[in-house]
């Protein structure tokens, strides 16, 4: 979607990675932005706003995450507004009970803004829930 320019054609499209947690992001979009810069092919689509696939994957990509502790390590280069925090419930490897107990622990070292975004925010805005 982002090398075939989707999200250029339609940037306000929103589209979600959920279930894959979020450590393999960070080097995903090392990877896109390598690729499309030193990888340059005449036959790819080349795109027509001057952004990096990184771009149109903060503007237009959410990821749902349950426990990635490394992930929100590294949300500065993800992105805090691309994160919703999850429990899963009620499948077998839910949080539930103990949901607020880990979703504190593993945002720890985040900032109260962050915290809110990630724990609900960013899905509100995202779905509209407002």
């Given at each position: 979607?982002?090398?075939?320019?989707?999200?250029?054609?339609?940037?306000?499209?929103?589209?979600?990675?959920?279930?894959?947690e979020?450590?393999?992001?960070?080097?995903?979009?090392?990877?896109?932005?390598?690729?499309?810069?030193?990888?340059?092919?005449?036959?790819?689509?080349?795109?027509?706003e001057?952004?990096?696939?990184?771009?149109?994957?903060?503007r237009?990509?959410?990821?749902?995450?349950?426990?990635?502790?490394m992930?929100?390590?590294d949300?500065?280069?993800?992105?805090?507004?691309?994160?919703l925090?999850?429990?899963?419930?009620?499948?077998v490897?839910?949080?539930?009970p103990?949901?607020?107990?880990?979703?504190?622990?593993?945002?720890r070292?985040?900032?109260?803004?962050?915290?809110?975004?990630?724990?609900?925010?960013?899905?509100?805005r995202?779905?509209?829930?407002?």
């Amino acid at each position: 979607m982002i090398f075939s320019g989707v999200f250029e054609r339609y940037p306000k499209l929103q589209v979600g990675t959920v279930e894959h947690e979020l450590s393999w992001i960070p080097h995903f979009l090392n990877r896109i932005d390598y690729t499309y810069t030193q990888r340059v092919q005449q036959e790819r689509y080349r795109f027509k706003e001057a952004m990096l696939p990184s771009d149109y994957f903060h503007r237009n990509v959410f990821a749902g995450f349950q426990e990635d502790a490394m992930g929100i390590r590294d949300r500065h280069i993800i992105g805090v507004d691309n994160l919703l925090w999850g429990s899963d419930y009620p499948h077998v490897e839910s949080t539930f009970p103990r949901s607020r107990q880990i979703i504190e622990e593993v945002l720890r070292d985040c900032t109260e803004e962050e915290k809110a975004k990630i724990a609900g925010g960013n899905a509100a805005r995202i779905y509209h829930l407002n």
